[in-house]
């Protein structure tokens, strides 16, 4: 039970540092790559940094993990259709953006199968 | 599926908002590639040269100095480099200015090429004109973004 709460908390603050990077990224890409789109990404960054600090809260876990599970992978899957489409977002700082989110949601995926082990 | 509380297992619950999240991405993604046209920020290489209206300059009073091409559109983000060439057969010197906030003033002599390069950061409609040749000698930057 220990080893399963140490692990939880480990997950829980992993993801927590993740999704900062990923919102700080976010806001870089918005200031300097985006172009037309640059206030999304503050939008989609500002995002982050709030579930960053919901998670570290360790507010609602039940609904807050999630939902946060959901956004990295709907703005993984949004990025790569649109990428598809367009062309636009393939240079490396959106990579590094995207595999810091696919590491999140992996991680997410991950706390929120310990976080309901009772 | 579910679990004796009545609530969803952790399999289902995870496969359920990916599906959702995923699906969803997909649909914006698709809205976004289709409804916008987004271009990537790209170098802008346009060749700005001199050109001259046949009129009388005295009797008008005006100069019959022009700009070609007199428009100019970009997106914003975009790196612009203009390639200035003066084309005139007798010395005469020309010059390609925009006031704030690109603040250029740039003087090109008879024969010469001025290479003027800038990022266009700042969106809207900017008159860029040589100082020596107005009104007539004037065109517009289109930033859009």
């Known amino acids: 039970m220990r080893i399963n709460m140490r692990s939880r908390s480990t997950l829980r603050w992993t993801s927590t540092t993740l999704a900062v990077i990923t919102g700080a990224i976010n806001f870089y890409y918005g200031n300097t790559f985006a172009g037309f789109y640059e206030n999304l990404w503050y939008v989609m960054g500002g995002i982050y940094i709030f579930a960053a600090i919901v998670l570290a809260a360790n507010v609602m876990p039940n609904f807050v993990q999630p939902t946060i599970f959901g956004y990295a992978l709907f703005l993984l899957s949004l990025w790569a259709v649109g990428a598809l489409l367009t062309g636009a977002g393939v240079d490396a700082v959106a990579f590094v953006d995207k595999g810091v989110e696919a590491l999140l949601a992996v991680n997410m995926g991950l706390l929120i199968q310990k976080s309901r082990i009772q | ?145």
């Open chain 2, 1 to 145: 599926m579910r679990t004796p509380s009545g609530r969803w297992s952790t399999g289902r619950l995870l496969i359920v908002v990916a599906l959702v999240a995923v699906v969803g991405g997909a649909l914006v993604g698709t809205a976004v590639g289709y409804g916008f046209h987004y271009e990537a920020r790209q170098t802008r290489n346009i060749y700005l040269f001199n050109n001259g209206l046949d009129f009388n300059e005295t009797t008008f009073g005006l100069p019959h100095d022009t700009f070609t091409p007199d428009h100019i559109t970009v997106n914003k983000g975009d790196t612009v480099v203009l390639h200035y060439i003066n084309i005139e057969d007798k010395p005469e010197k020309h010059n390609f200015s925009i006031g704030v906030p690109y603040n250029i003033d740039v003087d090109v002599a008879q024969g010469q090429t001025a290479e003027i390069t800038f990022t266009a950061n700042y969106a809207g409609i900017f008159l860029y004109y040589c100082k020596y040749h107005t009104p007539t000698m004037e065109g517009y930057l289109t930033v859009q973004g």
